[in-house]
C-alpha cells in the first residue's frame, strides 16, 4: 500500500530522540513523502518539552526539503477521565493531535479503566487519533474502543515502531486491532514513531500487517495527502492555504 503522510515522528526536542526537524524533513524527503507531522512528546512526559514549544510551531514554514509540514503533539493521557496534558488553547493553534498512553505518565490498571479512559478522550473531542494502542500493557475492549472512534471520526494509529519490536508483544495484538477496525469501518492512519531520522516515513512492517489483514485502502487516511487534510478539516479544522495545491 502507498503512504505518503508520516503522521508520528520526534524530533531532539523530545528528549529521547536524535533528529532535528531539518533531519526530518530531509529524510522525508528522500522518502518520497507529500507530508509529516512534527509529534514531539507533550510537557508531561519525562524529558519532553517545555509548552512553549508547542506554542511557538506557527513558527514553522510549511514546506522544507519540498515536504509538507504539520504541527502537533503527541500528548499523553492522564487519567481515567481522558484528560490530556496539551492546554486546549494550544491544541487548538496546532494541526494534530495524537494521544497515548505512556507508563511513566499514566500507570497501567485493568482492562476495563483502559476502555473507559480511550472511549473518554475520544468523546473529548480534542484528538485526531489514538498512537500506538497495541501496547500489552494498556490491555483494553478493542471492538468498544475501536467503534466509539469510528463513530466520532477519530483515528486508530497503526505504527510501525511498535511492530518493530518497541513494545514487545504488540504485534499480534496491532493485527486483531487493525482487523476489528476493518470490520467496524474505523478509519487508520500510519505512523512510524521516528526517534531517528533515517526512521521517517518506514511503514515497512505497517504495510505487511495491512496487507495480511487485507485492510481496504478507503479506510486509510495517509494514502493521499487530499484524504487526509480533508480529515481534518471534516474535523472542523481550518484549510491550510499552503496545502492547497495538495
Not at 36 to 54: E, I, K, L, R, Y
Not at 206 to 215: A, D, G, I, R, Y
Request: proline share 5%; aromatic share 8%; net charge negative.
Amino acid at each position: 500500500m502507498p503512504f505518503v503522510i508520516d503522521t508520528h515522528t520526534h524530533t531532539i526536542s523530545s528528549g529521547h530522540a536524535y533528529s532535528t526537524l531539518l533531519e526530518n524533513a530531509k529524510a522525508a524527503a528522500d522518502k518520497g513523502l507529500a507530508l509529516f507531522c512534527v509529534t514531539d512528546h507533550a510537557p508531561t512526559m519525562p524529558g519532553a518539552p517545555h509548552f512553549w514549544h508547542f506554542a511557538n510551531q506557527r513558527i514553522l514554514p510549511r514546506f522544507v526539503h519540498g515536504v509538507g509540514i504539520l504541527r502537533g503533539v503527541e500528548a499523553n493521557i492522564l487519567n481515567s477521565e481522558g484528560e490530556i496534558d496539551i492546554d486546549s488553547r494550544i491544541s487548538e493553534q496546532l494541526d494534530w493531535v495524537i494521544a497515548s498512553f505512556h507508563e511513566p505518565v499514566y500507570k497501567p490498571a485493568t482492562k476495563t479503566t483502559h476502555t473507559d479512559t480511550l472511549i473518554n478522550v475520544i468523546r473529548s473531542g480534542r484528538v485526531h487519533a489514538l498512537g500506538h494502542l497495541g501496547n500489552p500493557n494498556f490491555d483494553f475492549d478493542f471492538e468498544a474502543v475501536i467503534s466509539e472512534a469510528a463513530k466520532h471520526s477519530v483515528l486508530v494509529e497503526i505504527n510501525n515502531s511498535s511492530l518493530s519490536g518497541s513494545r514487545s508483544g504488540s504485534e499480534c495484538r496491532c493485527e486483531d486491532i487493525a482487523a476489528i477496525a476493518k470490520e467496524c469501518g474505523a478509519r487508520i492512519t500510519t505512523g512510524s514513531d521516528a526517534h531517528f531520522a533515517p526512521d521517517v516515513g518506514n511503514f515497512t512492517r505497517v504495510n505487511q500487517l495491512l496487507q495480511k489483514v487485507q485492510f481496504p485502502l478507503d479506510l486509510v487516511v495517509t494514502r493521499h495527502p487530499r484524504c487526509f487534510l480533508d480529515f481534518l478539516e471534516e474535523r472542523g479544522q481550518q484549510p491550510i492555504e499552503e496545502f492547497s495545491a495538495l
